[in-house]
């Protein structure tokens, strides 16, 4: 997440969906991810195109609730392999570096706010579909970047006070949170580095891969 400002839902749903019910995995990672944008958000404003972001960000928000309904209502079992699904496609996309090639403009925006805002309240995974989206303009690294930490951090943000509102987040999955958020801090603090200093594509492969092995597993599960 600090190196690309997106990527951290893949692994943190994935594994943790194995482990907790898919609600309580998106929950922690509305958790994380809000309290991690605390971290990004700031430097990340000096370069947002907000022409861009801020109709994205709006729809993507209205959006959450329609995600964050089957999120609450599906059967957990079902919502599990489907969130293993979402999570092998995503990763596989990233992957072989699919983008969006297609015209872009405020309807676009909007399109593209309203599917991520849902995929963001189903499986937490939302971040990633705006990345796709924007990693493809032709803008610096930079304010791509920038872009996905302010549209992503809304969406969380968003869906984490719904969560909340529905009884799923809990002082004891608060405090698994806080346990979580130590180390999480720590590596986004390094992927900021790798950010400034390389483009890491190594370690980017080699990730999607592990993630690609869990999402299977999430499937069999």
Do not use: C
């Amino acid at each position: 997440m600090g190196f690309s400002g997106f990527g951290t839902g893949l692994i943190f749903v994935a594994l943790l969906s194995l482990i907790y019910s898919p609600r309580e995995a998106v929950a922690l990672l509305m958790i994380m991810g809000t309290l991690g944008s605390l971290m990004l958000f700031p430097p990340a404003t000096r370069h947002t195109l907000w022409r861009e972001t801020l109709p994205m960000a709006a729809v993507a928000i209205l959006a959450v609730p329609l995600g964050s309904y089957v999120l609450l209502t599906m059967d957990q079992h079902a919502m599990r392999r489907i969130i293993g699904i979402v999570v092998l496609v995503l990763s596989i996309l990233t992957f072989r570096g699919v983008t969006y090639t297609g015209p872009r403009g405020l309807g676009v925006n909007i399109v593209a706010g309203a599917i991520s805002g849902v995929v963001a309240g189903a499986t937490g995974l939302g971040r990633l579909l705006v990345a796709l989206y924007f990693i493809s303009a032709q803008q610096p690294p930079a304010v791509q970047r920038a872009n996905i930490i302010v549209v992503g951090s809304s969406m969380a943000l968003f869906n984490l006070i719904i969560l909340t509102f529905a009884g799923v987040v809990t002082i004891e999955l608060a405090v698994r949170a806080a346990v979580l958020f130590l180390p999480f801090a720590a590596t986004i603090w390094l992927g900021t580095r790798f950010f400034k200093a390389s483009t890491a594509e190594w370690f980017r492969r080699v990730v999607l891969s592990l993630v690609m092995v869990v999402a299977v597993l999430t499937i069999l599960a």
